[in-house]
């Protein structure tokens, strides 16, 4: 509850600052131009943006023989997205839910858990695709610095570990738990400076790593197929671009394909390696300022990052926790 409202201090402390008196007439004029009927569109590509990363979870599954209708699993990956968003453990809420709604649903937890860890990996390298675009049309304009530079690598470094450790999990289950072992070893001691017991089990860390093992030994086609999760994940960052391409529009503001690339790019960029879920509070600052950077007038960078922000995040939060609140009082499904 106090992370939470630290992270909504830190957004309408953003929304103060870009309402400043300076600026409200134009906010005001900007404002008066905006269509309702591009918000609603760009609602439902939102919309459709659940349903095609459902699609993605789904074509992962199927690589390990799990066979689920993408209706489920959109309904999963947005409460995953909500628990992700309360509780932020770097991804691990998420991989924890869906592994329980196997276990609800009759399939191997090792198998979903491997899935929904992929699903973190795939997603991140899929969005390395449009990132290198986004830096590319930053270095034709002379507008790349050192913090895009910095970020980038530190997003290539998370994906390289998450690809590293289920490799490591694919060839050697022994292996893999042994530097999970390691790792909760060395967390526990930092911890052990503020409390007795430890926080986390080795014991567990050794199950979990013959879990990843067994999951990735029901891999039913060659890893070629990969490229069939990625090339969904693309197809989802293009989504989340038709949605910016709906915020400039509903405030008439001009817009070029690189503006539309290299916006969404940084956006994206430092919501992934902000220290906030989702980065919150966090894009609501950076974003008007790439697009100011990438001739977007100031006061229109901030109207469109606050309906972007209401439809890529807010909207997706509110589904989330719809979601979540159905999963866990609906009856367990049969066992397949």
């Known amino acids: 509850m106090k992370k939470s409202f630290v992270f909504v201090v830190l957004f309408l402390g953003v929304v103060v600052a870009a309402f400043s008196f300076s600026e409200l007439e134009t906010i005001l004029l900007t404002l008066r131009k905006a269509h309702l009927s591009l918000f609603l569109l760009a609602l439902i590509v939102q919309s459709a943006w ?10 992962i599954f199927h690589l390990l023989g799990v066979h689920e209708d993408v209706f489920t699993l959109s309904r999963i990956a947005a409460a995953a997205n909500f628990v992700n968003v309360v509780a932020p453990t770097a991804g691990a809420g998420g991989v924890a839910l869906f592994a329980t709604e196997a276990h609800r649903r009759g399939h191997p937890t090792g198998k979903v858990t491997v899935a929904a860890a992929l699903f973190l990996l795939l997603d991140q390298a899929a969005f390395l695709v449009i990132l ?51 790792f909760a070893r060395a967390i526990n001691r930092v911890v ?60 008439e503001v001009p817009f070029s394909t690189g503006t539309i690339i290299a916006g969404f790019s940084l956006a994206y960029l430092f919501l992934i390696v902000s220290p906030t879920p989702s980065g919150i509070g966090i894009v609501e600052g950076i974003m008007p300022i790439a697009l100011t950077s990438l001739n977007v007038n100031w006061s229109q960078a901030v109207v469109i990052t606050l309906l972007y922000r209401a439809v890529t995040f807010w909207f997706p939060l509110g589904v989330g926790a719809w979601a979540f609140r159905g999963l866990h009082t609906e009856r367990p499904d049969p066992l397949d």
């Open 50 to 59: 659940f349903i095609s990363s459902g699609r993605m979870y789904q074509s």
């Open 132 to 182: 290198s675009l986004g830096l590319i049309v930053l270095v034709r304009r002379n507008d790349l610095n050192t913090g895009e530079i910095t970020a980038s690598l530190f997003l290539f470094a998370i994906a390289i570990t998450y690809g590293s450790v289920l490799y490591i999990g694919y060839r050697s289950a022994e292996k893999l738990g042994d530097i999970l072992a390691k």
């Open 192 to 251: 052990r400076f503020f409390r007795r017991e430890n926080y986390l089990s080795e014991e567990r860390a050794h199950a979990f790593a013959h879990e990843i093992a067994d999951g990735f030994s029901g891999l039913t086609e060659k890893p070629i197929s990969l490229v069939r999760p990625v090339l969904w994940g693309i197809f989802d960052k293009g989504l989340l671009m038709l949605i910016l391409i709906c915020c400039f529009l509903a405030f």
